[in-house]
């Protein structure tokens, strides 16, 4: 049977809750187990006064919505469901067995291109399929990958997401770092922000730090304005041309996701097997 019932009405007592796996943006989430199928997930709880301080919960309901309707995706994080309390809001949520990639990412400093490459083939596969169903996530950066039991990428977090074609009506808060031109000048967008920010993930795994980065606000807009790309020489060549073809002023222009599984990039670093990154033979 389904790991979570989609139609059973659940309360906080039909979980055993385990460790704080950690922090989203407007709550905490734990490791919980359902009592009665013995499923592992994680359970987000938000405060209901939080989200109206913040003003989020148009955003919130927008975020159930949106990942409520996504059926099977190995790369993107299910919501298997939702309930609330008096004062609390709860999310049903997949459980990520490895847990946030930005973590790996700042202790790993870099990623080689077999790994840089397969996780970014993953992102381009789930974003292609929100792309299909006419959503955009607008958020995509490490904090909001997640690594499942087989380190398969996980997209999660769908608080920024919106149905194409849109143009922002939430003031952003956070890093600006992903930020498309059309962004940051406020223009209207369409999914074709997720491929900027795809290539500045790209550049974020390989290099350790984010293309456009700078102290002040300004000084990073001013340089996603120009595009003022510089790839170090330690990137590939291969690499750095997928970079290149993503971070385009023109989102136009910008390389399109379909064919980034037969970039030269992808095919020169993509293992003999499936799941062989870590050295073992398994049957499938
Ligand atoms: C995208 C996002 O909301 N990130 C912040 C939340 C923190 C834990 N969240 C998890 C969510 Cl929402 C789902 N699965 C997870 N697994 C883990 C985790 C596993 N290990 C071994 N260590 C950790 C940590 N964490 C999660 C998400």
Known sequence: QPPVQALRQYSLDS?????????GKFGKVYCARDKATGYVCALKVMEKKELIHFKVEKQFRREIEIQSNLSRHPNILRLYGHFHDSSRVFLILEYAGQGEMFKVLRKKGRFGDVLASQYICQIASALSYLHKKHIIHRDLKPENLLIGLDGE??????????????????????TLDYLPP?????????????LWALGVL?????????????????????RISKVDLKIPPSVSVEAAD????????????????????????????RPLWPNSSSGELRSN
């Not at 979980?15 to 922090?23: A, D, N, T, V």
């Not at 790209?202 to 001013?222: D, Q």
């Open 153 to 174: 990428v996980k997209l999660s977090d769908f608080g920024w997401s919106v149905h194409t074609p849109s143009s922002r009506r939430t003031t952003m808060c956070g």
């Open 15 to 23: 979980f055993e809750i385990g460790r704080k796996l950690g922090k």
């Open 202 to 222: 790209t550049y974020e795994f390989l290099v350790g730090n984010p293309p456009f980065e700078e102290p002040a606000h300004k000084a990073t807009y001013k």
């Open 242 to 269: 997928l970079i290149r073809r993503l971070l385009q002023h023109q989102p136009e222009r910008r390389f399109p996701l379909d064919q980034i599984p037969d970039h030269p990039w992808i095919v020169k670093n």
């Open 182 to 194: 059309e962004m940051v000048e406020a223009k209207d967008h369409d999914h074709k922000v997720d």
